[in-house]
């Protein structure tokens, strides 16, 4: 089985910082593509980036790189990321996804496994 748990969500102001951390408990890590969703209200879940098991690239949404890093940890079981100046319109629940899967998808339904969800909100 494979659980995740997000955590490190909060009130930022833009030009801050804000480093979301997902902790997957499971033997498996090393075999899990992962990635960051996020919701914003009213709106469907949109794919931020994410890391794939077998060659750990790393993969964004074009509207996310450059102000968004992702990165995981295999010692720490933990996939991170970092928000960089975050503006009002990153205020959602972010979600942490992952599947057995070699690639990594930017639908929703290429991830069996969800985590919680941890809400950010940036103010002005």
């Known amino acids: 089985q494979v659980l995740l748990a997000e955590s490190g969500g909060g009130l930022v102001q833009t030009g801050g910082s804000l480093r979301l951390s997902c902790y997957v408990s499971?033997?498996?890590?090393?075999?899990?593509?992962m990635a960051w969703f996020r919701q914003q209200p009213g709106k469907e879940r949109e794919f931020v980036g994410g890391?794939?098991?077998?060659?750990?690239?790393?993969k964004y949404a074009a509207s996310m790189e450059g102000r968004f890093t992702i990165t995981r940890d295999a010692a720490k079981n933990t996939l991170f990321l970092q928000m960089s100046n975050p503006k009002p319109e990153d205020t959602a629940v972010y979600y942490c996804?992952?599947?057995?899967?070699?690639?990594?998808?930017?639908?929703?339904?290429?991830?069996?496994?969800w985590g919680q969800g941890t809400q950010v909100t940036v103010s002005s």
């Open positions: 996804a992952a599947t057995f899967e070699e690639e990594t998808g930017e639908l929703t339904a290429a991830y069996n496994f």
């Open positions: 499971s033997h498996y890590f090393n075999s899990l593509t």
């Open positions: 890391t794939d098991w077998k060659n750990l690239l790393i």
